[in-house]
């Protein structure tokens, strides 16, 4: 179980290093919430230690602590680049409306072209 | 000296074929510049608008009323307007309101005049929109500063210097809050003129329901939220 855990984050971390052109900040925190499961998976303790100096439980809780926050962070950057989307989307519809309406302006002011 | 020429009506339109023709012919009494913008609209509104002289663009996909009025005002500007007057698709607007926005442009030498039902007069209106449409004045007076008594008129008129500063990012409802509050930061002159709103059984009808309204307030909390 422990080895598939380390292959699949193994795995994560390649598919990420090929997409580090799309979107950096992304591909950083995935890259690195896959190094800390490889961590974990070799040494379970470790989030109980780290939970214990942050005055949280257990290594469970805090790792759910963490993913919450990750999943916060993903969720606003994805509703974010949302709204970049639609906005060219509304630019480019705008755009094809405008030449349209325009260009037939131009050609009923010149019949003849 | 205004001509006419320099005046343009723009007409955000979605789905309404029943009246535009009936709106633009009205307008176009007294004014000859009309852009109606057709937001996909899946009935015969490009049509009807086309057939009764107005200069129609046509949105391949429904952006919303918001994107429709820039797209308007994009090609009045480029059309050489001076003066740019936007206008409701239903009905709602009476064209001789049209003339007192101009009026009260000049008398107050004003960048921008917004319609006030409030200081005018309205037929019909149902009792719940007059509340929500009161709650969403004193809202627009506490997020923008300016003191207005109507914060969701679709009649209003920018100078072409006002209107090329203008930037509508907000496609769908939130855009009202959004014009006010890009003419708010623009320090511009903005007054008022008093207007009359027609609540017909058509624009009624057609989902201007007391469920709307409470819509637009949520939209004007929202588009203050996403500035």
């Known amino acids: ?113 | 000296m205004i001509i006419l020429d320099d005046i343009w009506i723009v007409i955000p339109a979605y789905n309404e074929g029943r009246v535009i023709a009936d709106v633009v012919k009205n307008v176009s009494k007294s004014y000859p510049n009309i852009a109606v913008v057709d937001d996909c609209s899946t009935d015969d509104t490009f049509a009807h608008a086309q057939s009764a002289g107005a200069t129609v663009l046509h949105h391949s996909i429904n952006l919303g009323q918001g994107a429709a009025l820039q797209t308007g005002i994009s090609f009045a500007l480029a059309r050489g307007a001076r003066f740019i007057v936007t206008f409701d698709a239903d009905g709602q607007h009476q064209v001789d309101d049209i003339n007192t926005l101009l009026k009260r442009r000049e008398e107050q030498n004003a960048d921008s005049v917004l319609g006030s039902r409030f200081l005018g007069e309205t037929e019909r209106m149902p009792a719940i929109r007059r509340f929500i449409l009161k709650a969403a004045v004193i809202f627009m007076r506490l997020t923008s500063g300016l003191q207005l008594t109507d914060a969701h008129n679709g009649l209003r008129l920018f100078t072409r210097e006002t209107a090329m500063q203008l930037h509508i990012r907000q496609n769908r409802m939130a855009h009202a809050s959004e014009i006010i509050n890009q003419l708010a930061s623009m320090k511009v002159k903005v007054v008022e003129a008093p207007t009359k709103v027609v609540y017909t059984d058509y624009s009624m009808g057609k989902g201007q329901s007391s469920m709307n309204s409470f819509r637009i307030l949520a939209e004007l909390l929202v588009g203050r939220l996403s500035k």
């Open chain 1, 1 to 113: 179980m422990i080895i598939f855990i380390i292959i699949i984050n193994i795995l994560c971390i390649a598919y990420m290093l090929t997409q580090r052109h799309r979107s950096p900040v992304i591909v950083w925190i995935v890259s690195l919430a896959s190094l800390s499961g490889i961590a974990m998976a070799l040494y379970p303790e470790i989030t109980n230690d780290i939970a214990r100096k942050l005055g949280v439980g257990r290594g469970a809780d805090l790792l759910f602590y963490f993913w919450i926050l990750i999943s916060f962070f993903l969720i606003i950057n994805v509703q974010l680049k949302l709204v970049s989307v639609n906005q060219n989307l509304t630019e480019i519809v705008r755009a094809m409306a405008l030449e349209s309406a325009l260009d037939k302006k131009i050609s009923d002011q010149n019949p003849g072209d």
